[in-house]
Nanobody
Framework: QVHLVESGGGSVQAGGSLRLSCTAS????????MGWFRQAPGKEREGVAS????????AYAEPVKGRFTISRDNDKNMVYLQMDSLKPEDTGMYYC?????????????????????WGQGTQVTVSS
């Protein structure tokens, strides 16, 4: 069982920055993968960034490339999402997700169906 807790959300003006954190208790497997997703009101949940726990290889969705950075501190069991040059369209609830190595459901790093555990989310609001 993996328990995820997000923090760091808030309200910022366009062009500002936020750093989201995700604490992953019960996660000790370097073969796992973690991701950040977001969901705006009335829209589907979309993946923004993903990272392998072991080799720290990352992937970014096109809308956030060059602005967001995902990173992992394995000693602290934390994953971070540094968000710079924020835009109003980045507004939404941001979720941390975990794909355990035993899971065979894989449809890509940005599909919610690829991940098995989810946090409760942290709200990010970007004003123009």
């Amino acid at each position: 069982q993996v328990h995820l807790v997000e923090s760091g959300g808030g309200s910022v003006q366009a062009g500002g920055s936020l750093r989201l954190s995700c604490t992953a208790s019960g996660n000790r497997d370097s073969r796992a993968r973690m991701g950040w997703f977001r969901q705006a009101p009335g829209k589907e949940r979309e993946g923004v960034a993903s990272i392998n726990i072991g080799d720290r290889r990352t992937a970014y969705a096109e809308p956030v490339k060059g602005r967001f950075t995902i990173s992992r501190d394995n000693d602290k069991n934390m994953v971070y999402l540094q968000m710079d040059s924020l835009k109003p369209e980045d507004t939404g609830m941001y979720y941390c997700a975990y794909k355990p190595p035993w899971s065979t459901s894989w449809v890509g790093p940005f599909s919610p169906n690829s991940y098995h555990y989810w946090g409760q989310g942290t709200q990010v609001t970007v004003s123009s």
